[in-house]
C-alpha cells in the first residue's frame, strides 16, 4: 500500500520511532565527541530532550494533528538539555508549527515545516556554526523543497532521497570544522538528527518496531535531574580496536566485515585507512568480531566495556547524589540560582548567598524543565541564573523566555570560577540590569583551567593525546597533555596567567587528597610569587582540578 499522506496516526508512529532509534545509538553518539573526555553527552542530551516529548505523545494515544504537534514541542522545549537538546527542540517546535493546521501531511506541506524547523532553530542560536546539527537540517529543508519543485509525488521517495542527502550533508560536516576532520569524527548531534529522521522512516515503511516509552524517573527529588533507569540494553559490549592490516582490505572486504558486524551488534563504525581500520561495535559476543578481525591482521588499542554494568553504576552514583537546595520561604527582590557539582562548590555559592542550587556540569546537563522548577521554588521578583557551563546556557535561556510572572536574567557564565565571580560582584544597591552588565564585564576577566583525563587517542590541537593520558583543558582549547597530573596542571596554568594576574584559585575534586593538593598549591605559589593563591575544596567529579587566574 502506498502512502502519500502522513495522517496525525501516523505522524505519532513516525515520532516515537526515531525518538526511540536515537535512544538506541545514543551511546554511539556521545562517543563522536570530539574531545576525548570522560564526559561526552550529546547522545544523552538529545535522548532526553526528544523522550521528554515521546512520553507526551505516547501518553495521548489516538488524537489529532494539532495535539500531537503540542505534545512534541511543549515536550522538546521543557526537556531540553544541552545546546544539542535545545537545537533539537527548536527543530521540532518550528516542525510543528509547519503542520500543525493540517489533517493530513503532504510532501509540499513537510518540505515547508522542514523550512519553518531550521528557521526556528537557526533564530535560537546566537552564533550560528556550520557542520552542526544545524547544517544537516539545512541540508534536509533544501532537498525536501528541491523534491517537491521537481514534481516529486510519491512521498516514500521523498523521505529516502531526504535522508540519504542528509547523510551526505553529515559526511561533509569534517570539511567544514577542522577539529572534526582532525578528530576523524562527523558532527554528534547531526549524526542524532540523522538516526531520528531513519527511525521515523522505518515507521514510515510499517516495519514493525518497539514503540513503548520508558517513563523518565527522578533521580533526586530536591534536584529535578531525571535519568532513565530501566533502559534496555540490546547489546552488552562497546568493542573498540585498530586493525593492522596484513593483507588487501578492499571495498567488497569493507562491506563483508560490516555486514558480519551487523550480524552480530550494532552500533556500527568501520573506517578504514591506509593500513589500519578503526571498529568499534556493540554486540554481546566481543570475541566473534575479535576473531573475524584477526582474518585481516593483528590488532591494536583492543578496548571493551560493559555497558550494563557502567549504566548500573552511573545510577548508583547519580542517585547518591542530593544537595540541600532548598529556597528561603521569605519573598525577596532579588534571588539566585546556579548549577553546581561537588560538596565544596555546592557550599561555596550557598556561603554566597545563592538561593537555589540545580545539580549538573558536564555529567549531566539540567533541562529546561529544571530550570523551570528552579525558578518556581526562589521567591524573588527577579532571579539570576548562572549556567556555569557553556553547554547550559542556551537551556538557561529557553526557561528564561518561557516566564512571565518573574523577571529571569541569565549571566552566561561557562565555567564555575565565572559564576563564583559573578555573585561575588552582585551590588545590592545596583538596579538589576546595570548588576547584570557589571557582572558580564567582571566574568570576561576570569581565564579557567580544568584538568582531566583523556578516554581515547586523538590528535586536537595538533597535540597527540593518548587513552588514559592528563589534559589540560582552557577556554580556547587543550593547553597541555601529558602522563604527570602535576606537571599537566602547571603547564596548562602558565597559559592562562599573564602580567596582569593577581589571583589563582584552585579547586580540587572529590579524587585528590588534600596534601596532594596541598602540595600543588605550594608549587604554583612558589612559580608565582606575585599573586595570591587560593586552594577550595571543590569536590567535583571527572575535573581533578579546576582553576581561574584573574
Keep these: 500500500m502506498v502512502l502519500n499522506t502522513i495522517d496525525a496516526k501516523m505522524l505519532s508512529k513516525m515520532f516515537l520511532a526515531g525518538a526511540k532509534n536515537l535512544e538506541h545509538k545514543k551511546e554511539w553518539i556521545n562517543e563522536l565527541n570530539v574531545f576525548p573526555v570522560p564526559d561526552g553527552d550529546t547522545g544523552t542530551n538529545m535522548t532526553m530532550t526528544i523522550m521528554a516529548a515521546a512520553k507526551e505523545v505516547a501518553a495521548l494515544g489516538d488524537s489529532d494533528m494539532k495535539t500531537i504537534s503540542k505534545a512534541i514541542s511543549s515536550g522538546s522545549l521543557r526537556g531540553a538539555r544541552g545546546n544539542s537538546g535545545v537545537i533539537l527542540s527548536q527543530l521540532l517546535r518550528g516542525l510543528t508549527k509547519g503542520i500543525n493546521e493540517y489533517d493530513e501531511i503532504t510532501i509540499e506541506s513537510l518540505a515547508y515545516a522542514f523550512e519553518k524547523a531550521v528557521e526556528t532553530a537557526y533564530k535560537a542560536v546566537m552564533k550560528p556554526k556550520e557542520g552542526t546539527i544545524l547544517t544537516v ?20 521517495t521523498f523521505l529516502k532521497e531526504v535522508i540519504e542527502y542528509a547523510d ?25 538528527l540523522l538516526e531520528v529522521m531513519k527511525g521515523a522512516y522505518e515507521a514510515f515503511q510499517g ?11 527522578p533521580i533526586a527529588s530536591k534536584m529535578s535531574m531525571e535519568v532513565q533507569e530501566d533502559i534496555e540494553i540490546k547489546f552488552g559490549y562497546c568493542t573498540e580496536f585498530i586493525i593492522l592490516l596484513e593483507r588487501n ?47 585481516y591482521g593483528a590488532l591494536s588499542n583492543l578496548k571493551i566495556d560493559n555497558m550494563r554494568l557502567e549504566h548500573q553504576e552511573k545510577i548508583i552514583k547519580m542517585s547518591e547524589k542530593e544537595v540541600d537546595s532548598e529556597p528561603a520561604t521569605e519573598k525577596k527582590d532579588v534571588g539566585f540560582i546556579a548549577v553546581s557539582v561537588g560538596d565544596g562548590i555546592n557550599e ?17 546537563n539540567p533541562s529546561t524543565e529544571d530550570m523551570l522548577n528552579a525558578i518556581e521554588k526562589v521567591n524573588a521578583d527577579t ?19 518561557l516566564v512571565e510572572d518573574k523577571k529571569v536574567i541569565v549571566i552566561p557564565t561557562k565555567t564555575v570560577p565565572q559564576g563564583i565571580t559573578a555573585i561575588i560582584n552582585y551590588v545590592p544597591d545596583m538596579t538589576p540590569e546595570d548588576n547584570a552588565a557589571n557582572m558580564l564585564e567582571e566574568i570576561g576577566r576570569v581565564s579557567t583551567g580544568q584538568v582531566t583525563y583523556a578516554v581515547r587517542d586523538t590528535i586536537i590541537d595538533d597535540k597527540e593525546i593518548k ?21 599537566v596542571t602547571i603547564e596548562m596554568i602558565e597559559n592562562m596567567v599573564d602580567d596582569d594576574t593577581e589571583l589563582i584559585s584552585i579547586y580540587y575534586g572529590s579524587d585528590i587528597s588534600e596534601e596532594a593538593a596541598e602540595a600543588l598549591r605550594a608549587t604554583v605559589e612558589e612559580k608565582y610569587s606575585n599573586c595570591d593563591v587560593e586552594l577550595q575544596f571543590g569536590g567535583q567529579p571527572i575535573y581533578y582540578y579546576i582553576v581561574s587566574a584573574e
Excluded: W
Design 137 to 156: 537540517a539545512k541540508g534536509i529543508a533544501v532537498k525536501a523543497r528541491e523534491l517537491e519543485q521537481a514534481g516529486c509525488d510519491d512521498l516514500d
Design 168 to 192: 551526505y550533508v553529515l559526511s561533509q560536516t569534517p570539511e567544514m570544522l577542522p577539529v572534526l576532520k582532525q578528530a576523524g569524527v562527523v558532527d554528534s548531534g547531526g549524526q542524532g
Design 207 to 217: 516495519k514493525e518496531l518497539d514503540l513503548s516509552i520508558v517513563d523518565v524517573k
Design 249 to 295: 582490505f578492499n571495498i567488497k572486504n569493507e562491506i563483508d566485515f560490516k555486514d558480519y558486524l551487523e550480524s552480530i551488534g550494532d552500533s556500527i563504525v568501520v573506517v578504514a585507512d591506509d593500513d589500519v581500520v578503526k571498529v568499534h561495535v556493540h554486540t554481546n559476543d566481543p570475541g566473534l568480531a575479535i576473531q573475524k578481525a584477526l582474518k
Design 348 to 364: 561555596i555559592f550557598k556561603g554566597l548567598g545563592v538561593d537555589y542550587m540545580i545539580e549538573g556540569g558536564q555529567t549531566m
Design 383 to 401: 532571579i539570576f541564573i548562572l549556567p556555569n557551563n557553556k553547554n547550559i546556557i542556551l537551556a538557561a535561556n529557553q526557561a528564561q523566555s
Design 467 to 487: 587513552q588514559g593520558d592528563f589534559m589540560g583543558i582552557g577556554d580556547k582549547g587543550i593547553q597541555s597533555v601529558g602522563e604527570n597530573m602535576d606537571e
